[in-house]
Each structure stands twice: as C-alpha cells, then as structure tokens.
C-alpha cells in the first residue's frame, strides 16, 4: 500500500473472492469444484479436474494508529529512510511459533532482482537458487527504518490484549478459465471493488481510521498446505501493500517490506531446491496495512492449497 489497507472484524463468507496462491495464516477450507482430490500444480492440459475455487481462512487484527491513544507506533508511520520498498526486515526462518522475527529495521531497495522474464524475486539465498537470465538488484545502505523495535513487531502477527483485536475473514481464490491458475484481485472481487481496495474490516472492531470510511491499520495471516510436483512449474505471485512476507516450509521467499504502493514479486517453487517431488510442505503468509491512502492484494498461483487448523483468537478484548 502506498499508504494504507484496511481489514475487517467479522469472518466474511465471499464466493468468488480470492484466486489466492499463498499459503499464509489461517485455517483455510477448500471449496473445490469436481474432482477434489487432484494433485497441486496440475497442468492447464488437466484444468477439469482440479477445483473451480479454494477458500481460505485467514486471521485479520485490527491496530489503531500511533497518533491516538492505545496506538501502535508503527501504524501511520513512515520509515526513517522514506516510503518505499524494504528487505531484510524479518529472519529468513520462522519461529517455533511460526511467526515472522524482526532481523532489522530494514533497507531499502533501490532496484529489484529480476528473472530472465523481468519478473520481481527475492535475492537469491543460500536456498534459494540463482537462475540462468536472473539480473541482480541493489539497495540503499543509507536509508533505513521500516520498523521501530522487535517488541513492537511481535505483536502484529499474534493477539494481544489492549493492543489488537482479531477475526476470521475468509477469502476465494478462483481458477481462472482454461488454466491451472489461481487468483484474488481486490480489483475484481465485488465486495472489495466496493470497498475500494482490500479492507476486510471497516466499521469493525477497532472501527475506521481518524477521518476515513476506511480501516487503514491491520495485519492478515494465512497458513495452508500444499503438495509440491516438480513437473508442474508451480509458482506463486504477490502484489500489493505494504508489507507482505511468504514463507515456504517456515524459509522466506517473498520479502516486500516497507510502507509503499503496490509491489509484485514471484517466487518459482523449482529454485527450492529442497523441496521433494510428492511431500506436502507449508505456505505461510502474513501482510500488514500500516499507512493511508490505499490497500492493494492480489494473489496468482498455480498451487492448489489446502486447510490447516487455525491458531486460538479472540474475536473481541475486554
């Protein structure tokens, strides 16, 4: 988001929602069409039998911002080194919790890692493997300062009395015609074309941001499951703001951190090279809307994602 997403408190039930190839936090249910037991990642020469749409549970909690009271300091705020695209911000693995742990305040990008196709991807790691056509990106070691400290960051991804309030909200992603291809597009879904951007929660919980019929400040977590086929070229796509990580087998593969419009990036399963042909791996995602004025999320995958049990909530704090 270039400045800020708004999510919702009640658990929404949106068919036709959310073509979504993430695997993030939640309890995900899947609405398949025939066939349900299909392989992830079939290829398009098979689309009748995989599922028309996938339906995941997620987790949305809802911060007020900064300048009011009860405020969190790092909603409505913009980084030290200036809106725009951080990496670096969180470890590359998750906790024993399965949450994002602040590595540092971040940096900013000055170019993007691109594939040989000119698509967005994270920096290739140590487990993350470096493609013929890949060009290298750069960053700006002087400007710094997307999050403020860890005790803060623990606190977006986890319930926390006085500082969140939480609920479910379930999204769809839709196979779209003639293809292996799943996506969600705020831009498309009529609920959220209503809305105006991807804000789950105006009106809810907390209620709109200071000034706005919109909710500017929360974060959403998704966790599915997945089985992963070395023949199918599966991948998975994400555009949005702000910041937005995946995780694949609790190891970071996308990293868009930051306050900042709209930013895609792609992660190919097959440079994981660790993953085994047939075993099943987890897909955990967790995005934030920290800043006014938009809130952008799209998701394309060719995954065919699948439930797991969501983690204990409150749907309101005393």
Do not use: C
Not at 87 to 100: A, F, N, Q, R
Not at 165 to 179: A, C, F, H, K, N
Not at 258 to 278: P, Y
């Amino acid at each position: 988001m270039q400045q800020a997403n708004a999510h919702n408190s009640k658990r929404f039930s949106r068919a036709g929602t959310l073509a979504f190839l993430v695997g993030g936090i939640g309890a995900m249910s899947l609405a398949w069409g025939a066939n349900a037991n299909t392989a992830a990642g079939e290829s398009a020469s098979s689309e009748d039998t995989l599922p028309d749409s996938i339906v995941l549970t997620g987790i949305v909690r809802d911060f007020k911002e900064r300048s009011v009271d009860g405020g969190h300091q790092d909603f409505e705020r913009q980084p030290r080194g200036g809106f725009g695209h951080y990496i670096g911000m969180v470890e590359t693995e998750l906790s024993e919790d399965g949450k994002p742990v602040m590595a540092s305040t971040g940096t900013k990008l000055s170019s993007n890692w691109r594939n040989s196709d000119g698509q967005n991807i994270m920096r290739p790691t140590s487990y993350i493997a470096a493609m013929d056509g890949d060009v290298a990106g750069s960053v700006n070691s002087s400007k710094t300062g997307a999050l403020t400290d860890s005790a803060a960051f623990d606190q977006w991804f986890r319930s926390v009395n006085g500082v969140n309030l939480s609920t479910e909200v379930d999204l769809t992603l839709v196979r779209q015609p003639g293809s292996n291809i799943y996506t969600f597009d705020d831009k498309h879904d009529q609920q959220f074309v209503n809305a105006g951007g991807f804000f789950p929660i105006n009106g809810e919980l907390y209620g709109n941001s200071n000034g706005n019929n919109k909710n500017f400040h929360f974060t959403f977590e998704l966790q599915t499951q997945f089985t992963y086929d070395a023949d199918a070229g599966m991948n998975f796509k994400f555009t949005g703001d702000d910041d937005v990580w995946v995780f694949i087998d609790n190891r970071l593969v996308i990293d868009i951190g930051g306050v900042h419009s709209a930013v895609s990036q792609t992660i190919d399963l097959d440079r994981l090279e660790w993953l085994e042909d047939g075993r099943d791996y987890k897909l955990s995602f967790f995005f934030a809307e920290r800043h006014r004025t938009q809130s952008n999320f799209r998701i394309e995958t060719t995954m065919v994602l699948r439930s797991i049990e969501l983690p204990p909530t409150a749907a309101l704090y005393d």
